[in-house]
């Protein structure tokens, strides 16, 4: 196990605890040395952990611990199917859904716990990245927080 692992580890999110494979699209697919992970919700080890509008039916504080959990479940699928977290060069791009109330406006504030998962386990510099945090009116399950996200592969 890298370091990288070990981080993700520390911080609360077991390797086998992360998505399947489905029979409709791939957790990853990769373009030269781009990879791009499906969008992940927040589900540990089969279990949707987070369902609802954010903030009348999910608190700010417990959406932002789902984005972190979607966030782990895309490295968590990086492992599985290449092994390794240290195949990552950087990370390029984040893009955070939340289920939101109409006049909901701190959906930047939820997807930071994607974008400080990130951090903690790629460093400050290889965790750096471009981002997008938007609020839907619904997203897939009912559940709260979607996280997709663009890496850079080593060459």
Request: hydrophobic residues 40%; aromatic residues 4%; glycine residues 10%.
């Given at each position: 196990?890298?370091d990288?692992?070990?981080?993700?580890?520390a911080?609360g999110?077991?390797?086998d605890r992360?998505?399947?494979e489905?029979?409709?699209i791939d957790?990853?697919?990769?373009?030269?040395?781009?990879l791009?992970?499906?969008?992940q919700?927040?589900?540990?080890?089969?279990v949707?952990?987070s369902?609802g509008?954010?903030?009348?039916?999910?608190s700010?504080?417990?959406a932002t611990?789902?984005?972190?959990?979607?966030?782990?479940?895309?490295?968590?699928?990086?492992?599985?199917?290449?092994?390794?977290?240290?195949?990552?060069?950087?990370v390029?791009?984040?893009?955070?859904?939340v289920?939101?109330?109409p006049?909901?406006?701190?959906?930047?504030?939820?997807?930071n716990?994607?974008?400080?998962?990130?951090?903690?386990v790629?460093?400050?510099?290889?965790?750096?990245?471009?981002?997008?945090a938007?609020?839907?009116?619904?997203?897939?399950l009912g559940c709260?927080?979607?996280v997709?996200?663009?890496?850079q592969l080593k060459?």
């Amino acid at each position: 196990m890298g370091d990288r692992e070990k981080k993700l580890e520390a911080a609360g999110y077991p390797q086998d605890r992360g998505p399947k494979e489905g029979p409709v699209i791939d957790l990853l697919s990769i373009l030269g040395d781009t990879l791009y992970a499906s969008g992940q919700v927040p589900n540990d080890a089969g279990v949707l952990t987070s369902k609802g509008k954010v903030p009348s039916q999910v608190s700010i504080e417990d959406a932002t611990k789902a984005a972190a959990l979607c966030a782990a479940n895309i490295l968590r699928a990086i492992i599985t199917k290449l092994g390794s977290l240290d195949r990552i060069e950087r990370v390029v791009r984040v893009t955070g859904y939340v289920n939101a109330d109409p006049d909901f406006t701190e959906c930047h504030m939820v997807i930071n716990g994607a974008t400080n998962l990130l951090k903690e386990v790629f460093g400050q510099d290889a965790g750096r990245h471009a981002r997008t945090a938007l609020g839907m009116g619904q997203l897939p399950l009912g559940c709260s927080v979607e996280v997709e996200a663009i890496f850079q592969l080593k060459k």
